[in-house]
């Protein structure tokens, strides 16, 4: 681990529960890290959340997802264009960057390389999603 | 090409089904698509549901399409990270499966093996994209596929769970990124299922994607209590536990039950379906059919479905 993105865990760890995925999307879910999520999911919660609320797979944890709705919809400072991304397509992780600091990888772009298919497909399909 | 696709694409009514997990009885999955065949469209070939291990997915759907109905091949990204779904889906097309059913998946303690390593390399609206780039011809890294893979891609979700407000967005996003249809998950208040209804026409989500409902006929109140108490998602209110907990013929309580949620989702606009689960009284989901009218025989005007969704 380096020296950044040991400093980068010790600030989001204890805040945000940070997983160092390496491809931070925090800001879009209205700061609540989806990779708390039991089953890791991206792109919203799963079918299994329970009528109170909680988690399917940990009865006593509330549903990161439901959090992040919520929070996406409440949190004060929230900036609007933040707001706005809650329901975009996520792509798959990119396991490589797992333990790598995000905070380099947006600044150099490395976050958002997709794999060809992807990029050439799904990113180049007209996206109506936020018309939903 | 898919008859499911073809039918709803004329804006036709669709019934869709599942019959028992199977495991090693070929005869068991000939005997179910026999009594099924006459009533429904498709019929799932579900992937180790609940976490328990059966035949594989892939495997049922090409024994369901042996045996004279168009499968569904069910997907969870519980199992397998996304090479496995990819040669999944690959595999299936090379045997003529052509309609995918992308599902996040029950997690593993919901198992008789819970301590299993859960996979999800990626989730249901990533493996629809996934599904979406192999259907032109491409694996993900970009690698060509030919021929490419002729592939009617679908998903879940449920309008039953919180939060409740979000559960439209969501099923968009999936529809945006490729899904043509929608399995909805099982559910007995159907307030919820009104609201999820409404704002889908609202948005026209229903005129991009075919919107199919699920109802299940248990045998008994005992049954009702399990789907409750075990499957991740479903609740049952208790007052309907009562009633059929009261009544002398639990069994048929189950089915008038099951009538009438029926009855009441192919009625709410925008449906495009409906997706019958029976646990294994495949005569109680051959009647349920007949009391509704057969309703995937019988012509759109008698339902409440509208226009031709675009697949």
């Known amino acids: 681990m380096s020296l950044l993105s040991a400093a980068e865990h010790a600030v989001k760890k204890p805040v945000w529960g940070c997983k160092m995925c390496g491809q931070c999307v925090l800001h879009s879910t209205g700061m609540t890290c989806p990779m708390t999520c039991p089953k890791t999911l991206r792109n919203g919660p799963c079918g299994g959340v329970r009528p109170d609320g909680t988690c399917e797979v940990k009865p006593e944890m509330r549903c990161v997802w439901l959090k992040a709705y919520e929070r996406s919809e409440s949190l004060p400072l929230l900036p609007g264009r933040w707001r706005a991304e809650f329901n975009h397509l996520r792509p798959p992780v990119d396991n490589r960057l797992e333990g790598t600091s995000s905070w380099k990888n947006l600044v150099t772009g490395r976050d958002r390389v997709r794999p060809e298919g992807w990029r050439e497909v799904v990113d180049a399909a007209p996206h109506d999603a936020d018309a939903g | ?311």
Request: proline share 6%; net charge negative; aromatic share 4%.
């Open chain 2, 1 to 311: 090409m898919s008859q499911l696709a073809d039918k709803l694409a004329r804006g036709e009514f669709v019934v869709t089904a599942e019959i028992p997990s199977v495991n090693t009885d070929r005869r068991a999955v000939e005997r179910a698509v026999e009594l099924y065949a006459p009533f429904v469209d498709a019929i799932n070939a579900t992937d180790n549901p609940a976490a328990h291990a059966h035949a594989s997915p892939l495997a049922v759907a090409i024994a369901i399409r042996e045996a004279g109905v168009e499968p569904i091949m069910q997907l969870v990204c519980r199992d397998r990270n996304r090479i496995a779904l990819e040669a999944e889906i690959v595999g299936g097309a090379l045997h003529g499966i052509e309609n995918l059913c992308c599902l996040t998946g029950d997690d593993v303690t919901a198992g008789d093996e819970p301590e299993a390593r859960r996979v999800f390399d990626v989730d249901s609206a990533q493996l629809v994209g996934i599904a979406r780039t192999l259907a032109s011809g491409r694996y993900l890294s970009g690698r060509p596929l030919e021929p490419a893979p002729k592939l009617f891609i679908g998903a879940v979700e449920n309008p039953y769970a919180p939060p409740h407000a979000y559960r439209v967005q969501r099923a968009a996003k999936k529809v945006a990124v490729g899904a043509g249809f929608l399995q909805l998950q099982i559910g007995y208040d159907l307030a919820p299922l009104h609201a999820f209804m409404a704002e889908a026409v609202r948005t026209g989500l229903h005129q991009r994607v075919a919107l199919i409902p699920s109802v299940c006929i248990p045998r008994s109140a005992r049954g009702l209590r399990f789907i409750d108490e075990h499957v991740p998602g479903v609740s049952v209110p208790p007052a309907l536990i009562e009633r059929v907990a009261a009544a002398a013929d639990g069994a048929q309580a189950c089915e008038d039950l099951a009538y009438e949620l029926a009855a009441e989702m192919i009625a709410l606009p925008g449906v495009a379906g409906l997706h019958v689960i029976s646990f294994g009284r495949d005569g109680a989901a051959m009647r349920l059919c007949e009391r509704l009218g057969n309703p995937s025989r019988s012509g759109k005007e008698d339902v409440g479905h509208g226009s031709a969704v675009q697949v």
